[in-house]
């Protein structure tokens, strides 16, 4: 069974910074891409960057800049480093990847709380 967890998230102050982590583990033949995805209370789940395997990135407009997704293909990792953060980047961060098994389906990590606060 796959299963993707989280780590890294906390209470920071506003300029502050956050490194988020996310591991893969489980029977894997591959994974495609891979991604940060955030959910604010009372707002929709928003993509905050993606990754694919080649390593082309995607970033929301407001984190641009400030945010930078990496992973390792061999220990089945994405990060995402998180600088400059504002007020508006509290929400819970959820890690994404498409994954192959036996058959190719999304999976999704149980969730990490950023808080931005002074």
């Known amino acids: 069974q796959v299963r993707l967890v989280e780590s890294g998230g906390g209470l920071v102050q506003p300029g502050g910074s956050l490194r988020l982590s996310c591991v893969a583990s489980g029977t894997i033949f591959t994974i495609n891409g891979m991604g940060w995805y955030r959910q604010a209370p009372g707002k929709q789940r928003e993509l905050v960057a993606s990754?694919?395997?080649?390593?082309?990135?995607n970033y929301l407009d407001s984190v641009k800049g400030r945010f930078t997704i990496s992973r390792d293909n061999f220990q089945n990792t994405v990060d995402l480093q998180m600088n400059d953060l504002k007020p508006e980047d509290t929400a819970v961060y959820y890690c994404n990847a498409q994954i192959t098994t036996y058959y190719t389906a999304d999976y999704w990590g149980q969730g990490t709380q950023v808080t931005v606060s002074s």
């Open positions: 990754i694919a395997k080649g390593r082309t990135t």
